[in-house]
T-cell receptor
Framework: GENVEQHPSTLSVQEGDSAVIKCTYS??????FPWYKQELGKGPQLIID?????GEKKDQRIAVTLNKTAKHFSLHITETQPEDSAVYFC?????????????FGAGTRLAVHP | NAGVTQTPKFRVLKTGQSMTLLCAQD?????MYWYRQDPGMGLRLIHY???????AKGEVPDGYNVSRLKKQNFLLGLESAAPSQTSVYFC????????????FGSGTRLTVV
């Protein structure tokens, strides 16, 4: 069935280091891949997304890469800051469903230590 | 510009009680969704709606009902709450069509004792 696997489940880095979160998806027809950041006590917030006609997208310190052949995509955060500490979710849009369906990964808890 | 507003933010129910969670969006989005979030389980879709007057089941619909009488509102009901429904509930909305990101509300933390 449709599935998105996300790794690692927890990630601890020192301020200024880079952080990478990886996701794999099962439906090869998926063509939209958003990333969400969830801060403590808040709802997930869309931070960046990528579509299948693009291999990489960057927005300041965050970037997302997509490898459609291998069916995986990654979130890269450079020069991490304490305010980057949050839970990050990846998602993929399968072809089935008939609506704007998203399948979410289980999440990665990122801790950035000063 | 409120986005997606959920009420209440917190609630404690006794087993067997009923309640309705309210979700309102002011972005004129056609699609709306209800998710539950449990530790280690990520986000699981309960029900969704692709327009006023329409609803459909998601991944974990048992024990819940929904209604979309107005385009801007999506209600989630628990007729007879069970401890297994203790969770954080998120409402989300998106534009009509495929491959659009969701806008989430801030969540309702529900505890059933």
């Amino acid at each position: 069935g449709e599935n998105v696997e996300q790794h690692p489940s927890t990630l601890s880095v020192q301020e200024g280091d880079s952080a990478v979160i990886k996701c794999t998806y099962s439906d090869s027809a998926s063509n939209y891949f958003p990333w969400y950041k969830q801060e403590l006590g808040k709802g997930p917030q869309l931070i960046i997304d990528i579509r299948s006609n693009v291999g990489e997208k960057k927005d300041q310190r965050i970037a997302v890469t997509l490898n459609k052949t291998a069916k995986h995509f990654s979130l890269h955060i450079t020069e991490t800051q304490p305010e980057d500490s949050a839970v990050y979710f990846c998602a993929a849009s399968p072809l089935s469903g008939g609506y704007n369906k998203l399948i979410f990964g289980a999440g990665t808890r990122l801790a950035v230590h000063p | 510009n409120a986005g997606v507003t959920q009420t209440p933010k917190f609630r404690v129910l006794k087993t067997g009680q009923s309640m309705t969670l309210l979700c309102a969006q002011d972005m004129n989005h056609e699609y709306m969704y209800w998710y539950r979030q449990d530790p280690g389980m990520g986000l699981r879709l309960i029900h969704y709606s692709v327009g006023e007057g329409t609803t459909a089941k998601g991944e974990v619909p048992d024990g819940y009902n929904v209604s979309r009488l107005k385009k801007q509102n999506f209600l989630l009901g628990l007729e007879s709450a069970a401890p297994s429904q203790t969770s954080v509930y998120f409402c989300a909305s998106s534009r009509q069509g495929l491959n659009y990101g969701y806008t989430f509300g801030s969540g309702t933390r529900l505890t059933v004792v």
